[in-house]
């Protein structure tokens, strides 16, 4: 079963351009601790407010999420990023895995 981790980015206009250079350096980060499929998101319909991207990542199940996540969050490089973009982006996460389907 996949599993996904889903980072909902809440930024604020000054912090857009600042967003998509964090984006980029978070992607080799999370690459370089085995995240896969890492990617950033713009929703082009719906109902979700101006500033919400999606970051999205997967792993084979959620034991490999685990394995990923603990050295993510141990890493200073990401915690730095995360720190630098405080004061105009907000974030909640969530983690998805596949349902199986008879």
Do not use: C, Y
């Given at each position: 079963?996949?599993?996904?981790?889903?980072?909902?980015?809440?930024?604020?206009?000054?912090?857009?351009?600042?967003?998509?250079?964090?984006?980029?350096?978070?992607?080799?980060?999370?690459?370089?601790?085995?995240?896969?499929?890492?990617?950033l998101l713009?929703?082009?319909?719906?109902?979700?407010?101006?500033?919400?991207?999606p970051v999205?990542?997967?792993?084979?199940?959620?034991?490999?999420?685990?394995?990923?996540?603990?050295?993510?969050?141990?890493?200073?490089?990401?915690?730095?990023?995360m720190q630098?973009?405080?004061?105009?982006?907000?974030?909640?996460?969530?983690?998805?895995?596949?349902?199986?389907?008879?």
């Amino acid at each position: 079963m996949a599993a996904l981790d889903v980072t909902t980015l809440t930024v604020q206009p000054a912090g857009w351009n600042q967003m998509v250079e964090n984006h980029k350096k978070a992607k080799v980060i999370l690459e370089k601790h085995g995240a896969r499929n890492v990617r950033l998101l713009a929703p082009v319909a719906g109902a979700q407010p101006a500033g919400t991207v999606p970051v999205v990542w997967e792993a084979d199940d959620l034991a490999a999420l685990g394995k990923i996540m603990d050295p993510i969050f141990a890493d200073p490089e990401i915690l730095a990023i995360m720190q630098s973009s405080a004061d105009t982006t907000s974030w909640t996460s969530s983690i998805l895995g596949d349902l199986p389907m008879p």
